[in-house]
């Protein structure tokens, strides 16, 4: 159902602290996270190995976590270290822990085998805490499955149709069709609409009379990261040939990341390095940018009932859907992929199991 090893957005920095708890479910699995006393970043299952508690109702005790149903006792490393009226604790009382790594303020988490968890792997977002930007935190939970935001995300012709007060800008924007180029791990797309209206949420911030140049340019990742440039210029001051006059900027960064099969939650943060001193100006790109968000989430969940309807319904293709049955092709693939390993991996468990059991007494 989920790539597993692969790194996820399970948090921004801050919302996980030092003094408490905080429960989060990623790809159907609750987690537990929290920091230790030097700020160390722990991330177990938030399941008591007892009874199935949630650990996230239970007690910090220092680097340590209560279950406060029967009281068992876990360190940082999951062991359970104590247990109410029993000294001996059966070295297999412990809970899973997963690779977690902090990087421009989101923390990452790693879901498969922890062998496999390269941080080198972790998209790069440097203008999450760089000093020449700025931008505000977002998250926004859904009650949809990933996908759907993904395919939205994917496909930006609909912005004139959904956002016409926030980033839309005029109709002729989705009639521009972008380059679509895989990659191995997802795609890249790129999209210029020259001499067009600048979209409400830039009109806000910059005083400009005449049409512009805007461009979205972003690759889109497993499991589903959205790294994008994307901006407006005076139109015909060169932006396409890379010569940015007057312009105004953005590295837009989104994190979708599935909660369970038919819920997901999204962060995101829009950084601009423009008017960085203006605290009114990152605050209009936020609100705007959260509008907006808000618009396709109201749309994509009317899409998602409608579909849930009746499950046997067939999307009829266009050709500004190619982005999204890429990636989409690119996620079944490392499905298939992670199936095949797992499948494999089990048969050889299976058959060391059956040497052993034939070899004489």
Partial sequence: MFIKNTWY?????????????????????????????????????????HRGAPLSVGRRE???VRCMYH?????????????????????????????????????????GDPAKADPT???????????????????IHYDVNYLLICDNLLDFSHLPF??????????????????????????????????????????????????????????????AILLMDSGNAPAGTGAPEGR????????????ITPETENSTHYFFSHPHNFSIDEPAVTKSIHQNIVTAFEED?????????????DPEFKMTPFAMDAALSQ?????????EQEAAETAAATSGEAAQLITVQRQPA
């Fill in 244 to 255: 940015r006059v007057d312009a105004v900027e953005f590295r837009g960064c989104q994190a």
């Fill in 71 to 111: 009281g068992l006792k876990f360190d940082a490393a999951g062991q359970c270290i104590e247990a109410p009226a029993q000294t001996r604790i059966p070295p297999q009382a412990k809970v899973r822990t997963y690779p977690v790594v902090e990087q421009h303020r989101w923390i990452w988490i790693w879901m």
């Fill in 9 to 49: 957005v399970a948090a921004w920095d801050h919302e996980v602290t030092t003094d408490g708890l905080f429960a989060r479910t990623i790809i159907g699995v609750p987690i537990l996270m929290y920091r230790t006393a030097d700020g160390k970043l722990v991330a177990m299952a938030d399941r008591c190995c």
């Fill in 297 to 309: 989430r109201a749309i994509i969940t009317a899409q998602h009932r409608n579909l849930s309807l």
């Fill in 327 to 335: 990636f989409r092709w690119v996620v079944a693939r490392r499905l």
């Fill in 62 to 64: 220092g680097d340590c």
């Fill in 162 to 223: 959904v956002h016409p007060t926030t980033l839309g800008g005029s109709a002729d924007y989705a009639e521009h069709p972008p380059k679509v180029e895989r990659l191995e791990d997802g795609v890249r797309i790129t999209r210029w609409a020259l001499n067009t209206e600048p979209p409400p949420f830039v009109k806000a911030v910059k005083d400009w009379t005449g049409k512009v140049d805007r461009w979205n340019i972003y690759n889109f990742t497993i499991p």
């Fill in 121 to 139: 792997l972790i998209p790069k977002t440097p203008w999450l805490d760089h000093p020449d930007w700025r931008g505000l935190d977002g998250y």
